[in-house]
């Protein structure tokens, strides 16, 4: 699967290069976005603004990557959702706040997010 992929300081951008997350591409992509060389140490935003549909595997495959983020102590949020999928990962996850519209409210969201972690850190 191709990707474009901006990295930032502390965030890596992906943004799938395709228009249909289905069943046969949910597992690569999971494994792909999972192995990238930049996302290690780094706050993820997934930009699907070029993903058209999904199947219930690629959402499943979304809020995978989206909590194995969380997971390992990082933040990510999803923008570029058309409504369509926007409304399906809400069904599928209720947890899954992260969902913004736009790249700067994105890139807020996880910077935020970020400076809470470092707050907390330095309070214990």
Same mark, same amino acid.
């Given at each position: %699967?191709?990707?474009?992929?901006? @990295?930032?300081?502390?965030?890596?951008?992906?943004?799938?290069?395709? @228009?249909?997350?289905?069943?046969?591409?949910?597992?690569?992509? @999971?494994?792909?976005?999972?192995?990238?060389?930049?996302?290690?140490?780094?706050?993820?935003?997934?930009?699907?603004?070029?993903?058209?549909?999904?199947?219930?595997?690629?959402?499943?495959?979304?809020?995978?990557?989206?909590?194995?983020?969380?997971?390992?102590?990082?933040?990510?949020?999803? @923008?570029?959702?058309?409504?369509?999928?926007?409304?399906?990962?809400?069904?599928?996850?209720?947890?899954?706040?992260?969902?913004?519209?736009?790249?700067?409210?994105?890139?807020? %969201?996880?910077? %935020?997010?970020?400076?809470?972690?470092?707050?907390?850190?330095?309070?214990?």
């Amino acid at each position: %699967m191709e990707f474009k992929i901006d @990295t930032k300081e502390k965030i890596l951008i992906v943004q799938p290069q395709i @228009t249909q997350l289905d069943a046969n591409l949910s597992a690569g992509f @999971t494994r792909e976005v999972s192995e990238l060389p930049g996302l290690d140490g780094r706050n993820l935003i997934l930009d699907m603004a070029l993903v058209e549909k999904a199947d219930a595997e690629g959402i499943k495959a979304i809020l995978t990557v989206y909590h194995q983020q969380y997971d390992s102590g990082l933040s990510c949020a999803v @923008t570029g959702l058309n409504s369509t999928l926007t409304n399906e990962l809400k069904i599928a996850d209720e947890s899954a706040y992260n969902l913004v519209p736009t790249m700067s409210e994105a890139i807020d %969201m996880v910077m %935020m997010e970020d400076l809470e972690r470092e707050l907390l850190q330095d309070e214990e």
